[in-house]
Antibody
Framework: EVQLVQSGAEVRKPGESLKISCKGS????????IAWVRHMPGKGLEWMGI????????RYSPSLQGQVTISADKSISTAYLQWNSLKASDSAMYYC????????????WGQGTLVTVSS | NFMLTQPHSMSESPGKTVTISCTGI????????VQWYQQRPGSAPTTVIY?????PSGVPERFSGSIDSSSNSASLTISGLKTEDEADYYC???????????FGGGTKLTV
């Protein structure tokens, strides 16, 4: 059974750093793309970026380029989403999702990680 | 930038049929696959339609997808509405100019 299990909810202050994770199991992790999707309160889904764990080829939404870093460690079947300096506006639910590539179906999703940034 | 626009909300009675539209702006929706996701409150999205008109196993035949090239739009049709269909629905398509995926703004369906 394919599963994506994300790390737990986080509370941080503005300016702090954070790295959340998404661990895949039940399939060959390195050869499926993993995307990160943001869901802000009361808003729609927002595609943030995607990574191919086999070679760490990563692409980002232009609106988020430079604000987050997407990485992966194929040896432990885990993808990451990282911030160096959080803002209150980063407060959201973050999902990872598996895909055959950009433009294809996101067929499995993680359960979500709630990030709250507040002073 | 390529965008996908959806109606913000729709409401229909149980047993009826509803069609949710997804219109491409500044790009062709017909030249790439469209997926549709259902998201219930407190849950992650799940696919109800992929590659324009395919249903994943476990998704009822009441759900169908189509593409209209003339209007540059995709549609998700749900027939025989049930109260359990009440959810947010999002379309997703590829922006081949910028090599990234785009989600529509979502449609809140009330049954």
């Amino acid at each position: 059974e394919v599963q994506l299990v994300q790390s737990g909810a986080e509370v941080r202050k503005p300016g702090e750093s954070l790295k959340i994770s998404c661990k895949g199991s039940g399939y060959k992790f390195s050869t499926s793309w993993i995307a990160w999707v943001r869901h802000m309160p009361g808003k729609g889904l927002e595609w943030m970026g995607i990574i191919y764990p086999a070679d760490s080829d990563a692409r980002y939404s232009p609106s988020l380029q430079g604000q987050v870093t997407i990485s992966a460690d194929k040896s432990i079947s885990t993808a990451y989403l990282q911030w160096n300096s959080l803002k209150a506006s980063d407060s959201a639910m973050y999902y990872c999702a598996r895909s055959g590539g950009v433009g294809y179906n996101y067929d499995h999703w993680g359960q979500g990680t709630l990030v709250t940034v507040s002073s | 930038n390529f965008m996908l626009t959806q109606p913000h909300s729709m409401s229909e009675s149980p047993g009826k049929t509803v069609t949710i539209s997804c219109t491409g702006i500044s790009g062709s929706i017909a030249s790439n696959y469209v997926q549709w996701y259902q998201q219930r409150p407190g849950s992650a999205p799940t696919t109800v339609i992929y590659e324009d008109d395919k249903r994943p196993s476990g998704v009822p035949e009441r759900f169908s997808g189509s593409i209209d090239s003339s209007s540059n739009s995709a549609s998700l049709t749900i027939s025989g509405l049930k109260t359990e269909d009440e959810a947010d629905y999002y379309c997703q398509c590829y922006d081949d100019t910028n090599n990234l995926d785009v989600f529509g703004g979502g449609t809140k369906l009330t049954v």
